[in-house]
Structure formats: C-alpha cells, structure tokens
C-alpha cells in the first residue's frame, strides 16, 4: 500500500504501463504482459518494472515491501488481502484466470493413491479460489 500511497493507485489498463510492475519470469520467456478481463474483452498489456523473479514467493515479499505492483493468484495472497497488508487494484480489469492441469496415468495403469491426491488437491485449490 505505500507503493500506491506514493505513485498513485491505477485507475485503467493503461495507467499500469506507468507503474514499477514486479514481473513473474518463466523460463526462456523474452517478454513480460499481463493479460486483463476487461469490459471490452481480454487485454494483453507489456508491462515493465525494475524487478523480475522466478518465484510467486519473492514477489509477494516485494509487494509487502512496497516496491510495486504485482499479478498474483488470490489464493496465494487472499491472508494478505484480508488483512490489509495488499490491496487490490483494478478490480473491474481483473487478471484473466489461470488454468492449472494434471496429468496421469490411464485409470488402468493408475495408483488410487494418484487419484485421491488429485482430488484432494483439485478440491483445495477450488475451496482456496472461490474462498
């Protein structure tokens, strides 16, 4: 919140193209975005920041810092939301979900321990999600 304190809270899209944005680097990937739902239908913005890492765990930090504004899931982040220590922006322009999946083996071939740990986890994330 002292981020958005001293630089202003964004207000559109657009305004995050101003902001020191904390940026999720996959592996071999050239390019930071951020893809938006916006009333107008899925936006992809290039974002820029001064800071970058591999880790959801290290942005969260950096966002609890102050350092800037970052897209992270809100089941990992929903005790921070809840208790003041991250606010959220752009609530009408909200992140486009993302799409987890699992593979495994063909029920033939499959443990039932493989079957109940992906039910379980299935089960956690979506309780974590919808809160």
């Known amino acids: 919140p002292d981020y958005l304190a001293r630089q202003g809270v964004p207000e559109g899209p657009d305004d995050l193209l101003r902001h020191n944005c904390l940026l999720l680097r996959y592996p071999r990937s050239p390019e930071y975005f951020w893809v938006l739902e916006t009333p107008a239908g899925p936006r992809k913005l ?63 071939l499959q443990d039932p321990k493989i079957r109940r740990f992906v039910d379980f986890m299935t089960d956690r994330c979506r309780g974590a999600i919808l809160g």
């Open 46 to 108: 290039e974002v820029a920041g001064r800071f970058d890492a591999d880790d959801s765990d290290v942005l969260i930090s950096w966002a609890l810092a102050g350092r800037g504004i970052a897209n992270i899931p809100r089941f990992l982040i929903a005790g921070d939301l809840a208790s003041g220590a991250l606010v959220e922006v752009l609530r009408e322009a909200a992140p486009k979900p993302s799409i987890f999946g699992c593979l495994y083996p063909h029920r033939r």
